[in-house]
């Protein structure tokens, strides 16, 4: 287990039940209830992946998360979620540092996502570029971006 700026970092195996559970829980609530989105919420990536999450003070529910992978020699990131009762406390931000953090650490010069077209500003806002054209991914507008780490 690693942790950056409280968020930690752990591989599927490594997860207690009760941060899987609380990750989870804050993934389908943002994914499938609030957006609607029909592609499985768990895929293999999640088995590969390290998760990133903060927990609250009683370790009942996740604040924020996100998943880091490899995939085809480029570090990606993905399924960015933030419980809809503490959004605006700038926890997406603080993670997405943590996420460039931990990164750096492990080398890393550049990251990428499939942003959706609505969290693009977010995106614009942390200093993230824009890679080619929007396309659908589980019936939601996304644009690849990426992100120039500082070592």
Known sequence: MEKINEFVFKKVDEMSGRELFCVEKLRINSFVV???????ELDDTDL???????????????????RVFKKGGKWMFGRVAVDKDTRGQHLGAQMMKSVHQFLISQ???????????????FYDY???ETEGDIFDEGGVKHVMMYYKLKK
Not at 49 to 61: G, K, P, R, S
Not at 107 to 116: K, L, S, T
């Open 34 to 40: 609030e957006q609607k989105i029909t592609l499985p």
């Open 48 to 66: 590969v992946a390290t998760q990133v999450y903060l927990l609250n003070n009683d370790q009942t529910c996740a604040l924020a998360t996100c």
């Open 107 to 121: 080398g890393a010069d550049r990251v990428y996502c499939h942003a959706q077209m609505q969290a693009k500003p």
């Open 126 to 128: 942390l200093g993230y």
